[in-house]
């Protein structure tokens, strides 16, 4: 057992510490001062206290930092500087950006530092406990934290993989196009079948979606399919003068992940350059369309 403390009551160090909490860890206190992070305590951590950050730095042998990106350097110097980290303490924090030089003030006061970002979206409930279960958390530490680390993500459900310091923004890079960029594409796909006539565009998209997913994830580019990769400008010609039309709000991302496809379709050799350059030309002018 550990006596964990957690800096950022948010959406990932709740659930996180929940977790903890039910694999036997003790969560001695967690720092949170908005309305939304005390409501989530008292759902996920009924019973722990709260406490300033220096005050649950001080009392716990593992500290938690789950804070924004932006506000990480801060919170570890600050800490620092007030003498609540001390030598032989684990820090850890959850981003995905940072690696270890943001650790670098706990690291000189003699803790043990790691970052362990989880793959995962949180909605910060009970719900994102089983998604944590084969969840990828992307390492970065040194011995002896790293074997430190990799016991938590095991007593989470987890799965660690090791991302090298340099690599840490490109690792979360690809999470961050992947996920977040995807609830763009689906929200506004959804706004363009309302804009149809589409009593519920959810329903409509989800078998598609569903399927594409998986296939994407399973084939790659091979799971390719639609007007770009049959190299069928007309129809892509329709799509830019209905959507500059109806969701001209769309349509640049329409056109950017439109000569993205195009590209890899041709990369993938199924699509021939001559169809390509037709459809990069109609692209040009997309802009044109707008009212």
Same mark, same amino acid.
């Given at each position: 057992m550990?006596?964990?403390?957690?800096?950022?009551?948010?959406?990932?160090?709740?659930?996180?510490?929940?977790?903890?909490?039910? %694999?036997?860890?003790e969560i001695?206190?967690?720092?949170?001062?908005?309305?939304?992070?005390?409501?989530?305590?008292?759902?996920?951590?009924?019973?722990?206290?709260?406490?300033?950050?220096?005050?649950?730095a001080?009392?716990?042998?593992?500290?938690?930092?789950?804070?924004?990106?932006?506000?990480?350097?801060?919170?570890?110097?600050?800490?620092?500087?007030?003498?609540?980290l001390r030598?032989?303490?684990?820090?850890?924090?959850?981003?995905?950006?940072?690696g270890?030089?943001?650790?670098e003030?706990?690291?000189?006061?003699g803790?043990?530092?790691?970052?362990?970002?989880? /793959?995962?979206?949180?909605?910060?409930?009970?719900?994102?406990?089983?998604?944590?279960?084969?969840?990828?958390?992307?390492?970065?530490?040194?011995?002896?934290? %790293?074997?430190?680390?990799?016991?938590?993500?095991?007593?989470?459900?987890?799965?660690?993989?090791?991302?090298?310091?340099?690599?840490r923004?490109?690792?979360?890079?690809?999470?961050?196009?992947?996920?977040?960029?995807?609830?763009?594409?689906?929200?506004?796909?959804?706004?363009?079948?309302?804009?149809?006539?589409?009593?519920d565009?959810?329903?409509?998209?989800?078998?598609?979606?569903? /399927?594409?997913?998986?296939n994407?994830?399973?084939?790659?580019?091979?799971?390719?399919?639609?007007?770009?990769?049959?190299?069928d400008?007309?129809?892509?010609?329709?799509?830019?003068?209905?959507?500059?039309t109806?969701?001209?709000?769309?349509l640049?991302?329409?056109? /950017?992940?439109?000569?993205?496809?195009?590209?890899?379709?041709?990369?993938?050799?199924?699509?021939?350059?001559?169809?390509?350059?037709s459809?990069?030309?109609?692209?040009?002018?997309?802009?044109?369309?707008?009212?």
């Open positions: 550990t006596r964990i403390g957690v800096v950022g009551a948010g959406r990932v160090g709740a659930v996180l510490a929940a977790a903890l909490r039910v %694999r036997g860890h001695v206190a967690a720092a949170g001062e908005s309305t939304a992070s005390r409501d989530r305590m008292a759902a996920l951590l009924p019973g722990v206290p709260r406490r300033k950050p220096t005050a649950v001080r009392a716990c042998d593992l500290l938690l930092l789950t804070v924004p990106d932006d506000m990480l350097g801060n919170v570890v110097t600050t800490l620092a500087d007030a003498g609540a030598p032989g303490q684990v820090v850890v924090h959850t981003s995905g950006r940072h270890l030089a943001v650790l003030p706990a690291r000189r006061v803790a043990l530092v790691a970052a362990m970002h989880p /793959a995962m979206t949180f909605t910060g409930t009970e719900v994102d406990l089983p998604r944590l279960a084969g969840c990828v958390f992307g390492l970065t530490a040194e011995r002896p934290a %790293r074997e430190l680390a990799e016991s938590l993500v095991a007593d989470l459900g987890g799965v660690p993989m090791l991302v090298p310091e340099d690599k923004a490109l690792y979360h890079a690809g999470l961050a196009h992947g996920a977040n960029h995807l609830v763009t594409l689906v929200a506004e796909a959804m706004e363009i079948l309302g804009a149809a006539g589409a009593d565009p959810a329903a409509t998209l989800r078998p598609l979606l569903t /399927a594409a997913l998986d994407a994830l399973d084939s790659g580019d091979a799971a390719l399919t639609g007007p770009i990769v049959r190299g400008v007309q129809t892509v010609a329709a799509h830019l003068e209905h959507l500059a109806y969701a001209p709000a769309t640049p991302s329409y056109v /950017a992940l439109a000569r993205a496809t195009a590209d890899r379709a041709v990369v993938d050799g199924r699509l021939l350059p001559i169809r390509r350059a459809l990069m030309a109609l692209l040009d002018r997309a802009e044109e369309l707008v009212p």
